[in-house]
């Protein structure tokens, strides 16, 4: 061992040479939060979303809302505005399409076709009766509705559309422009939400950077508190905080090295080094002060110091290697690289606090003065804890573990309420920009969640057959009336239903056609019943309006008549509209019914442009034909009149094998997710004709995944972590009843973590479920130092009450300023801008505390009452060797 310290200045120099190298490495660092990648690259869900792009185009969407404060958003300014936004969106590079209210198509009947064009013509100006319109434009057609225009009218959204084959740099430069387009018009009385999983990506990203600027000099600052009240010396706070930080750089430095992207647990990575990192140096320092004496060499005292707790820090610094190195096997992405850079970055600062500190001890020719009893790292004050936990451990030891069993079934009641959830938006505070505009978009839109449902057919053109289109269409009515949390669906049969409608605007309607207005007009020429119904006056004819005997014009036909002789012989205005609005509500699915859906009722019986056959042609006699084959070569006709594009709903425009269902969620997080898709695949098994496939992708489902492997890695690496713990214990001490002892306060310590978070309903997300294993790794750290200091002091006598005594003076005061070192460390991550970064630093705190006590109490109990033999069997230096502080 001598060797390594035979010469310390070329140790010290080395030391810093390779922090200098690494800290040139550090402007290299990337960013990557796209949950994309935190899933393998052979996950079904990520494959998903890459088949899907493939399929249909870009997936990752960023949603821009504009809202009218006062006024409706169709306004002429507004929509000048709008169009400017729009065509300098599309002018971003990378941007594969943008969908706004001047960007999508409109379907309109003619007489014996369709005719596919521009739901806003031209490119203004705009006039009120061009917004006019619109507006009836929008009402016609409800595929319009929640996705492009608010249903009060008061805001328009835009898509922002691009691929995930985007590097991260790529995507916040799209986003960083759509702010900068935005930002343009702050002067105007409209406003912008900016929201969508890349906005969030971004902004991860973004108050990661900003986290790390202000929490790892905050961290430092509490180390130097924390430092200056333990050892109360300069040396004693220097060292600790030179090494820690030596091991921080480096390891970091690694990462921008390899081009290791830091993901938002990568946060994390430099406030734990730095607060692990420097239980080492408090242990080896504790034990340096205690050892101190001016009569003696200062490298015999340096070398005595590492003998004494040079073995259990090591033992300590392999089980926290193993600790966090067992979420190095999940599947998560960033967590898996964590927990290998973290393992990793342990190992350096464990060779850094046993090779560089010793060196930096032995240049220091003159020894310090031996600290007196009661001051130092000891005190009144830890002279007085250590004497109450003493009398509990040796005359209270059964209430100590009857406590530790109670809390224990608490704590697992606790844990039965806990809730797995990983919503990427709830990252943020609710205060932040971010969730306010996703909150806006989800209360005036679709929301910014929407994952897809793929139906393909077995041969190109099987997506015209009525069967499936008629279930699809089905599946969406199912699912919109069902399930709140689906705010709307959109779907390729969608579509067909459209050209359906259109191309029968010159039938007559249920009630007949006579006065029913001509067959290609639009809503914009003629007037709208539900806006001009209660027109006092007719302005063309100066005459009063009355509103009745127009909807009886709407409604003359013999089947109304037929009625009417029932009652009277003469048809009476006012009758003919009641009885309009009657047998509207009596086609209805349910008596109460909004005004919305009254009106498109009464549509149906008129048949206002085309509404009577708003559906998918499934009736061949309904259409004068023979068969269903003829319904489908129907179909495949609609599909090659039509002159716009459908390659967002399905592989090819005029025989498609593949298309698509867009499912729009209100709801942020991803518990529901799962529900809906166990629902549909239901439905899909009993309604869905056979030779149809089903699949499903989105970055929801990325989402949802991520979600999924937060549970699994969880539970794996916790229990990767004790079995770690429980065989490297039994070894050391050769005592299978040792080892189980030593697993116990961990295994107490996560449960009681899992209970804190079940009651204070904090989610278990890919961040807080780092907890356990975190817990673990550092906390053997106490269980190692006591079950040291406790054998050593069993090979003087067999007395129980002294050995605990001794135990708890030799290490008791390491463990308990160790513990609150790092729960201090961790503490600074309560300043974070994300939530589970929050309640990481807040829950690894607790169970720093919770492990030191539980290591002071539970452990000196448990050996205490059943003794284990191999306590005493394993060498080690005498207790009459220690220079203990009483």
């Known amino acids: 061992m001598k060797l390594l310290y035979r010469y310390p200045m070329i140790n010290i120099l080395l030391f810093l040479g390779i922090t200098l190298f690494f800290s040139l490495q550090l402007p290299d660092l990337r960013f990557d939060n796209e949950v994309l990648n935190f899933l393998p ?17 870009g997936v990752m969407l960023i949603d821009v809302a504009m809202e009218a404060p006062e006024d409706s958003i169709l306004q002429p300014e507004a929509l000048g505005i709008l169009r400017d936004i729009t065509r300098r969106m599309e002018e971003i590079p990378g941007v594969e399409e943008v969908k706004s209210l001047f960007s999508t198509d409109y379907i309109r009947g003619t007489r014996g076709g369709m005719v596919v064009e521009a739901l806003i013509p031209g490119e203004g100006p705009y006039t009120p009766e061009d917004a006019a319109a619109l507006k009836e434009k929008l009402i016609s057609w409800k595929i319009y509705h929640g996705l492009l225009i608010s249903r009060d009218y008061s805001a328009t959204q835009i898509g922002v559309r691009y691929s995930t084959e985007l590097s991260p740099e790529e995507q916040e430069t799209i986003y960083r422009e759509i702010l900068n387009i935005t930002d343009t018009y702050a002067e105007t009385p409209y406003r912008f939400h900016v929201a969508g999983t890349p906005a969030l990506t971004v902004l991860v990203s973004n108050n990661m950077r900003s986290d790390l600027k202000t929490l790892v000099p905050f961290v430092l600052i509490v180390l130097l508190l924390v430092l200056s009240l333990t050892f109360r010396r300069l040396l004693g706070v220097l060292l600790p905080m030179i090494t820690v930080s030596i091991s921080t750089v480096w390891i970091i430095g690694v990462m921008a090295l390899l081009h290791i992207p830091l993901s938002i647990l990568g946060t994390v990575i430099p406030v734990l080094m730095l607060a ?14 205690d050892e101190a004496d001016p009569k003696e060499e200062q490298r015999e005292i340096v070398f005595r110091t590492l003998r004494h707790v040079g073995q259990p820090v090591a033992l300590a610094g392999i089980t926290t290697i193993i ?23 342990v190992v350096i600062a464990l060779i850094t606090a046993l090779l560089f500190l010793p060196s930096v001890l032995l240049l220091r ?5 031996k600290r007196r009893p009661g001051t130092g790292s000891g005190g009144v004050f830890m002279r007085t804890l250590l004497e109450k936990l003493l009398a509990n451990t040796t005359k209270g030891k059964t209430a100590v573990l009857v406590i530790a069993l109670l809390v224990s079934l608490g704590a697992a009641w606790g844990a039965a309420q806990l809730i797995v959830d990983n919503a990427l938006v709830e990252y943020f505070k609710d205060s932040t920009h971010i969730r306010i505009s996703d909150r806006f978009i989800r209360e005036k839109f679709v929301g910014t969640k929407s994952f897809d449902i793929i139906i393909s057919g077995e041969k190109p053109g099987d997506m015209a057959e009525p069967r499936i289109l008629a279930a699809m269409d089905k599946l969406a009515a199912w699912l919109e009336k069902n399930y709140s949390q689906v705010a709307k669906v959109v779907s390729f049969s969608d579509f067909i239903r459209r050209m359906n409608q259109v191309m029968h605007v010159d039938e007559p309607g249920k009630l007949g056609s006579e006065n029913i207005p001509a067959a290609d007009s639009s809503w914009s020429e003629s ?5 001009s119904a209660f027109s006092r006056n007719d302005p063309k004819s100066g005459t009063e309006h009355d509103p009745w005997a127009e909807a009886a014009a709407w409604s003359t036909g013999p089947e109304i008549q037929e009625t009417k002789q029932a009652n009277t012989a003469a048809a009476d205005p006012y009758t003919a509209a009641a009885e309009l609005l009657f047998q509207a509500c009596a086609g209805a699915d349910t008596m109460e019914i909004g005004t919305s859906e009254l009106i498109r009722l009464t549509g149906v019986l008129t048949n206002r442009d085309g509404l009577a056959w708003d559906e998918i042609p499934a009736d061949p006699l309904r259409y004068g034909l023979e068969s269903p084959e003829d319904l489908r070569n129907l179909i495949s006709q609609y599909l090659l009149l039509y002159s716009g594009s459908l390659d967002s709903f399905a592989d090819d425009g005029l025989e498609p094998r593949t298309a698509r269902m867009a499912v729009s969620l209100s709801t942020p ?14 439905f899909v098994s009993k309604n869905f004709p056979p030779g149809y496939s089903v699949g499903y992708a989105g970055i929801a489902l990325a989402e949802k995944a991520v979600s999924d492997l937060v549970t699994g890695a969880a539970i794996q690496s916790i229990l990767l972590s004790l079995a770690a713990v429980f065989i490297i214990v039994s070894l050391n001490h050769r005592s299978l009843a040792v080892g189980l002892i030593g697993a116990v306060p961990l295994g107490l310590t996560v449960l009681i973590n899992f209970g804190v978070m079940g009651i204070s309903g904090i989610k278990l997300d890919i961040a807080t479920s780092m907890v356990g294993s975190v817990a673990i790794g550092i906390g053997i750290d106490y269980t190692i130092h006591f ?5 050593q002091a069993r090979l003087v006598t067999e007395d129980v009450s002294q050995v605990t005594a001794s135990a708890l003076r030799t290490s008791g005061k390491a463990i308990i300023y160790n513990a609150l070192s790092v729960a201090a460390g961790f503490l600074v991550l309560g300043f974070s801008r994300f939530n589970p970064l929050m309640y990481l630093g807040i829950l690894i705190s607790l169970t720093m505390i919770t492990s030191a006590v539980a290591s002071l109490t539970v452990v000196p109990g448990l050996l205490n009452t059943f003794k284990p033999a191999g306590m005493a069997r394993s060498p080690g230096p005498h207790l009459t060797n220690q220079k203990e502080d009483t």
């Open 669 to 682: 997080g991803n518990i529901f997710t799962k529900e809906l898709l166990q629902a549909i695949e239901t």
């Open 365 to 369: 020719r003159r020894p310090y003065q």
């Open 276 to 289: 692990v990192g420097s239980a080492y140096g408090i242990h080896l320092m504790s034990r340096y002060f």
């Open 323 to 345: 600790g966090f190195g067992s979420l190095g096997v999940s599947q998560i992405v960033p967590m898996r690289s964590f927990g290998i850079f973290t393992a990793l970055g």
């Open 787 to 791: 079950l040291s200091a406790y054998r």
């Open 41 to 57: 690259e052979d996950n079904p869900a990520r494959l998903a979303v890459k088949e899907q792009q493939e399929l249909f185009g």
């Open 527 to 531: 007037e709208e019943w539900s806006e």
